[in-house]
């Protein structure tokens, strides 16, 4: 995939997988040129900076828009199920995976991979990291204990 940097946070995790934080109208419009059939969306459409009506922008676009929202102090295994069974139903198509900032998608990546799917574990990391460091609510998530009690810290601000 090319890369598509003006997108707070991109990230192309394969040939065939993006991620990043919000995009605009206008990044969407260059993803569906770049080939990318699917979006999916792990951020609540009432965060700030999220488009007014990103699905009907998607589809205008001609891809399809998966709405996977992800309240972002209580991921839940759940939502976690959902994200696991789009990306199988997907596999082989080109798809961007994003919320408003990347946190929650490469924690979902990171959790993904920890299960034997996907990247490797360390290449999972290592994105997540990229972006931030979970702890509080997420430590249970991704199954790390090291982080429970820490407060979540991003990239460029507290490491």
């Not at 976690?80 to 924690?107: P, Q």
């Not at 990291?129 to 810290?153: E, R, Y």
Request: proline residues 5%.
């Amino acid at each position: 995939m090319t890369d598509v940097t003006e997108i707070l946070n991109w990230r192309a995790l394969t040939p065939l997988i993006s991620t990043s934080g919000q995009p605009t109208e206008a990044q969407l419009a260059e993803l569906a040129r770049l080939g990318t059939t699917d979006i999916i969306n792990l951020g609540p459409h009432d965060n700030d900076g999220a488009l007014s009506d990103e699905a009907g922008s998607v589809a205008a676009l001609g891809m399809t828009y998966h709405y996977l929202p992800v309240v972002f102090d209580r991921p839940t295994d759940h939502n976690y199920a959902e994200f696991a069974g789009v990306l199988t139903a997907l596999a082989g198509e080109k798809i961007h995976v994003h919320c408003i900032y990347n946190a929650r998608v490469s924690a979902f990546f990171y959790r993904y991979a920890k299960d034997g799917l996907g990247l490797s574990k360390a290449a999972a990391r290592a994105n997540m990291h990229s972006v931030w460091k979970p702890g509080a609510d997420w430590a249970d998530f991704i199954a790390d204990p090291a982080a429970a009690g820490q407060p979540n810290q991003y990239a460029g601000d507290d490491y």
